[in-house]
């Protein structure tokens, strides 16, 4: 009987023993943190690099139109030399992903409903197709140039956003700066009126 009262008393100190060591704590909460802590960490990560690569989508659509904008006449070099130029504005973010389609617009005096003169990119809008702008822009009898930005983020760790991507768009709208409309192709000599069809 008092070798099964020693066991019971050992035992018992034991346990009490247990109870009271806090050593091992910290390590304890450390392992249910961490997951919590990398999911935050890499979550701010991938959200604020979202955030930059889609304020450089802006810019670039800013800048295709932008730059379209301040021709007379554009030939297909010269629009190559825009979507590269606008390209840049990725850096340091891979530019494959982008998709991007410039198009020049004029709105009917009568409807003032946008239609497409032309457009070049990656996906081409149809000649004569409608295109819906925003009402401040629906100046009867004016042409804007119209570009439109696609670009598939794909963020670095997947498993705290979409791991296939999120893709961003963007457009802008600008009017011509050097005359009423910008040509394409270029012809020599150019027309002396701009197209309305």
Avoid at 31 to 50: D, Q
Avoid at 97 to 121: C, F, H, M, N
Wanted: proline share 7%; hydrophobic share 45%.
């Amino acid at each position: 009987m008092k070798s099964l009262r020693r066991i019971w008393l050992r035992a018992r100190l034991s346990v009490m023993s247990l109870m009271a060591d806090r050593r091992g704590i910290a390590a304890t909460e450390f392992a249910f943190i961490v997951p919590i802590m990398l999911v935050l960490f890499f979550g701010t990560v991938e959200f604020s690099s979202g955030i930059a690569v889609d304020r450089k989508v802006t810019l670039m659509a800013r800048t295709l139109a932008d730059l379209t904008s301040q021709s007379v006449s554009v030939a297909n070099s010269d629009l190559t030399n825009f979507f590269n130029a606008s390209n840049g504005i990725m850096t340091p973010y891979d530019g494959t992903p982008t998709k991007a389609t410039i198009s020049e617009l004029y709105v009917d005096p009568k409807t003032l409903q946008a239609r497409v003169q032309w457009s070049q990119g990656a996906v081409p809008r149809g000649t004569g197709s409608p295109v819906a702008i925003p009402a401040a822009l629906a100046v009867g009898g004016t042409y804007l140039l119209f570009s439109e930005i696609s670009y598939l983020y794909v963020p670095a760790v997947g498993y705290v956003m979409a791991k296939a991507g999120i893709t961003l768009h963007d457009v802008a709208y600008t009017r011509p700066r050097q005359s009423l409309c910008v040509f394409y192709p270029t012809t020599n000599p150019l027309p002396v009126n701009c197209p309305t069809s």
